[in-house]
């Protein structure tokens, strides 16, 4: 068998389980989708989700993982013998791809907002042309593509070097960096004037705007930013040696993760109130919002490039985790070489994001109950196929192999022993049942039509 490697040190591990969570989920899409969700009420459901079914489904898979030290497939196999089981490892490998096809592509925006801002492009505050910009950009039939496939090629050639080599190097410095630029951009969005406005959209709850498609898009949110849900923390996990302490370890990993996030919505939110933008907008947000506040901060020429350089290693610490979970699985499954599996696997990656970027320009027209390809498969990934994983995950440890998890959960850790029963109650009743009438009601193919709707 192959060595398939270890984290270096704990701090190592949740370097990299936060890069892998920490990326454009957290930077490009909570501040639009909660934008688009009323803001303050949609931040409260978010965080409740985090510390609930999230916290109780991302300490599932990493005992899991650290329990087994296999890829999804394989673990699921060891823990129990039943043909079924294993089926939720096949399905993270699909969800992979489908939420890869559109990853690449807005990552591959954040590289050439790295040129762009760089070279003085984007130095205006005139919002129309900013707009302008990006959508002739996003909408045109050959560049982001160029740059998709740029960022894919790295995405492989860094998830070939191996877990400890590649990712754990990338996380340790750029993580932190990124932090505090965030920081510093924080600061200066609430100094703009007229920000006040868009500080209190995102911190004071609307609840007349409640439905379930704000809680099925806070929880659909909550899974893709915390990678949960397709086996992504199962597979970090599974590099963590057997004797740390993986409750910890997790509770920093959510910590680190939810704080970003919220630190993203007050970057960008109180900038947009205050250039007097429409926060519902959409995608465009964050790409729209951020070379504004750079244009009218002293430095900005400088830290534009250096925030979309950051931008884009966030992303790529978290694409790298997607295409591991594939690589993992050819390796330790079907014994191929990481690096032929991880090259076909990019290859599979980059022709996937063809359609998803053409589908907002030349094939905008082909829809499908309105929506474009990236839309499909960005619904399909984030408000179905992982919290239908996370349930699956939740059920299994909690009712398929119960005895044992509770023992894993505190094998780092004797004192667990009172939260793991607590823990165990999460992933048995609660999240499943969360996640199922959160599905059913707010599912627009399906929430209408049922009979108490
Ligand atoms: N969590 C990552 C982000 O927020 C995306 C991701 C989802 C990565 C699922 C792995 C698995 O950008």
């Not at 993580?175 to 007229?194: H, K, N, Y």
């Not at 995950?393 to 009172?418: R, S």
């Not at 199922?436 to 193919?445: D, E």
């Amino acid at each position: 068998m192959q060595d398939r490697g270890n984290w270096s040190s704990k701090f190592g591990f949740i370097m990299a389980a936060a890069g892998s969570a920490i990326g454009l989920g957290n930077i490009w899409k909570f501040p639009y989708v909660a934008g688009k969700n009323g803001g303050g009420s949609f931040l409260l459901i978010y965080l409740a989700i985090v510390a609930t079914i999230g916290f109780s489904i991302l300490m599932a898979e990493l005992v899991i993982g650290r329990a087994t030290q296999r890829n999804p497939v394989g673990a699921l196999k060891r823990l129990q013998s039943g043909k079924w089981w294993p089926l939720i490892g096949y399905a993270g490998i699909v969800t992979a791809f489908v939420i890869l096809s559109y990853y690449v592509v807005v990552a591959g925006w954040t590289l050439a907002y790295i040129g762009k801002s760089a070279t003085g492009l984007l130095a205006t505050t005139d919002g129309d042309a900013l707009g302008g910009m990006f959508t002739a950009f996003i909408t045109d039939p050959l560049e982001p593509i160029v740059y998709a496939g740029l960022f894919t090629a790295l995405t492989v050639w860094v998830v070939v070097g191996g877990v400890n080599q590649g990712l754990e190097r990338s996380c340790r410095y750029l993580m932190p960096a990124l932090f505090i630029l965030v920081i510093i951009l924080c600061i200066r969005s609430l100094t703009l004037e007229g920000a006040g406005a868009g500080w209190d959209f995102f911190t004071r709850p609307k609840w007349e705007y409640v439905t379930f498609q704000t809680v099925i898009e806070a929880m659909g949110q909550a899974f893709f930013s915390l990678s949960l849900g397709m086996g992504t923390m199962m597979t970090y996990g599974s590099y963590i040696s057997r004797d740390s302490d993986v409750v910890e370890s997790g509770f920093s990993v959510i910590t680190l993760d939810t704080l970003i996030a919220v630190l993203a919505g007050v970057m960008i939110l109180p900038a947009v109130f205050a250039f007097g933008m429409d926060p519902g907008q959409g995608p465009g947000l964050t790409f729209i919002t951020l070379p504004r506040v750079f244009a009218q901060m002293t430095g900005g020429i400088v830290f534009g490039p250096l925030f979309f350089i950051l931008l884009a290693i966030a992303a790529l610490t978290s694409s790298v985790s997607l295409l591991e979970v594939v690589t993992a699985y050819f390796v330790d499954e079907l014994g191929w070489t990481r690096r032929n599996c991880t090259i076909a696997a990019g290859v599979v990656a980059f022709v996937l994001c063809i359609p998803s970027s053409l589908s907002l320009g030349i094939w905008s027209d082909h829809t499908l109950f309105g929506l474009g390809f990236l839309d499909i498969m960005d619904f399909l990934a984030t408000n179905l196929m992982l919290p239908i994983g996370g349930m699956a995950i939740a059920l299994f440890a909690g009712w398929v192999v119960p005895k044992q998890m509770v023992e894993e959960f505190c094998a780092g850790n004797p004192k667990l022993g009172g939260l793991a029963k607590v823990w165990l109650f999460f992933i048995r009743f609660v999240s499943p049942i969360a996640i199922l009438i959160v599905l059913l009601n707010g599912l627009p193919f399906l929430g209408p039509y049922l009979p108490w709707n």
